[in-house]
Structure formats: C-alpha cells, structure tokens
C-alpha cells in the first residue's frame, strides 16, 4: 500500500520560501507522477507541478516563476519550494501520485496547512 | 486554462435516493476526467477516471458518464457516508479542478 506524508513548517512570512517534502513509502518515486496540490480553506484544487523519471517537471503556468520541485531518490521523497509567498498561498499542501500524466491522483497524502502571515 | 464548472453548488438529497451531479468544461477534454470524493479534514479520494471507470474499492452505486464537455457523477443510492464535496477535474490540458458540489443530507 503506496502511502504519502508532508512535512514542513506550518508558518511562514510574507516574501519567503516555503518548503515542505513529501516521503513516500510502499513504492518508489522512480516510476509513475509525482503532484504537489494545494487547497486554500474553504476553497477548491488547484494543481502546482509534477516530476516524473526521477526528475522531469511540469508546472502550473500561473505558478511556474514561483515553484520549484526537486527529488531525493535515495530517501523516497521529494520536495516543493515557492518563492516570495504572499497571503494568497496559504492553503492546505497536498502531494499526490498519478499513474500516468493523463490520469486521476490515486494515492494522496493527509495534506498540510501552510499559513502565511507575519 | 480549461475551466470546469460543477453545477449545482450544493444538492440536498434524502438517503435512499438518487444523486446527479453536474461538470462542464469550457472546451473539449474528451474523456479525460476524474471525479473525487473529499469529506472534511481529509484529502480527496479518487472515486472515477477516464470519465466512466470506477477506481479500486469504489462501490457500483457510483458512476460516472460524458466526453467532450458535458460530464455527470450518479450515486444511485445514496448512503449515510456519501455525504461529502465531490470535485471533477480534467487532465486533457494541464490539470484543472470545478469549484466542487457540496452533497447535503436533506
């Protein structure tokens, strides 16, 4: 059973860097798509990017100057920065996997909420 | 950007009953649309793909239908734990997401 967790601080300024990582276990990120997905509170998804073969990336056009997702083979994980986060990137983070890039998330971590505020 | 637009925002049902829930997209996606299922404080579950196939454990009273731009979710009868808000998104041009259905008890 494939299983996705998110870590990272759960506070973070205006104009700084937020970075979480998500570990991975019962299957390797080698194979298959990998997604960051965010929830603002009582709002609805939307889609940052995914890596895929160990470090392709895709990202969202609206976020991609902002976004950056990097991997960690060895430790099954991989790892979501955006820049220069303003009030509007507080959301609950996602990671998710895919078996292919046209195909729904079939595995979900439990999510985190990243809060931006001073 | 493909938008996905769910109608209605809400739907009131009785248990026992049918629900029909509603995604259209702004332009063709062919059949590339999966329909989830989020209850609160948990992430979403993938509940169809490929417009019409049930994922893994999903049970038969849900189903899904459409291509091109029209796209429908039925729960044929709806039990105690399918209340929840259920999202469609589209995977034929990037990844986009409708604003979701809230399913209320009625």
């Known amino acids: 059973q494939v299983q996705l967790q998110e870590s990272g601080p759960g506070l973070v300024k205006p104009s700084e860097t937020l970075s979480l990582t998500c570990t991975v276990s019962g299957g390797s990120i080698s194979s298959y798509y990998w997604s960051w997905i965010r929830q603002p509170p009582g709002k609805g998804l939307e889609w940052i990017g995914y890596f895929y073969n160990s470090g392709s990336t895709n990202y969202n056009p609206s976020l991609k100057s902002r976004v950056s997702i990097s991997v960690d083979t060895t430790k099954n994980q991989f790892s979501l920065k955006v820049s220069s986060v303003i009030a509007a990137d507080t959301a609950v983070y996602y990671c998710a996997r895919s078996l292919s890039p046209v195909a729904g998330y079939d595995y979900w971590g439990q999510g985190t909420l990243v809060t931006v505020s001073s | ?106």
């Open chain 2, 1 to 106: 950007e493909i938008v996905m637009t769910q109608s209605p925002a809400t739907l009131s049902v009785s248990p026992g009953e049918r629900a029909t829930l509603s995604c259209r997209a702004s332009q063709s996606v062919r059949s590339n649309v999966a329909w989830y299922q989020q209850k609160p404080g948990q992430a979403p579950r993938l509940l169809i793909y490929g417009a019409s196939t049930r994922a893994t454990g999903i049970p038969a009273r849900f189903s899904g239908s459409g291509s091109g731009t029209e796209f429908t979710l039925t729960i044929s009868s709806l039990q105690s734990e399918d209340f929840a808000v259920y999202y469609c998104q589209q995977y034929n041009n990037w990844y986009t997401f409708g604003q979701g259905t809230k399913l209320e008890i009625k």
